[in-house]
């Protein structure tokens, strides 16, 4: 007889929020389905909101997640550095993530879209992205300016990652190459 191993509600839980990770990235705030995203976790729809509560809930979850994910890869990338170093540093791993994890990427843009028409969704995105901030502001000191430039070419760099281009390749279009200078000009 094969003994299954019952998994705790906390456990469960982190599989329905890996599950719903992949749906919404590719399906979005209203289009992913929850049906799906409880077949993948292994667990019944009912229990899926008896965890979350509502698709939005779940939605909500899985942005600050990510975010907290993003913080995390942050600070490890600027363990030990401060200032300028530490800036190249974050930036050299947050293009390793968005360019390595298609999920990640997709998921952030899928807030930012949601943003525009769901108040919870822009005050769950907001105040992640304002983490962000905070805690680049501080490992690097950095002048204001300094800091929204960083910000304006990560975000460039979600663009050209959706796009499947890098900052940091060898560019098959001339419009990136030009991008890409302005932002190591930038620096």
């Given at each position: 007889m094969v003994k299954t191993?019952?998994?705790t509600s906390e456990q469960r839980r982190i599989a329905v929020l890996?599950?719903?990770r992949g749906e919404f990235a590719r399906h979005g705030l209203h289009g992913a389905s929850t049906d799906s995203i409880a077949r993948l976790?292994?667990?019944s729809q009912p229990y899926l909101?008896?965890?979350f509560g509502s698709k939005k809930e779940l939605f909500l979850a899985v942005n600050d997640a990510c975010f907290a994910e993003?913080?995390?890869v942050f600070r490890e990338a600027a363990a030990g550095k401060s200032g300028e170093d530490a800036l190249r540093a974050?930036?050299?791993s947050?293009?390793?993530l968005i360019e390595s994890d298609r999920t990640m990427l997709q998921g952030q843009l899928q807030s930012y879209a949601a943003s525009v028409e769901d108040e919870?969704?822009?005050e769950s995105t907001a105040r992640g992205y304002g983490r962000l901030v905070d805690y680049v502001e501080t490992v690097s000191g950095a002048d204001r300016q300094t800091i929204a430039m960083f910000f304006a070419t990560g975000m460039l760099m979600n663009v050209l990652a959706a796009m499947q281009y890098s900052i940091g390749d060898d560019p098959r279009h001339s419009w990136v190459a030009r991008l890409a200078e302005g932002c190591e000009k930038a620096k």
């Open positions: 191993l019952r998994q890996e599950a719903a976790a292994g667990i909101f008896r965890l993003t913080l995390a974050i930036g050299d947050y293009r390793g919870d969704v822009r």
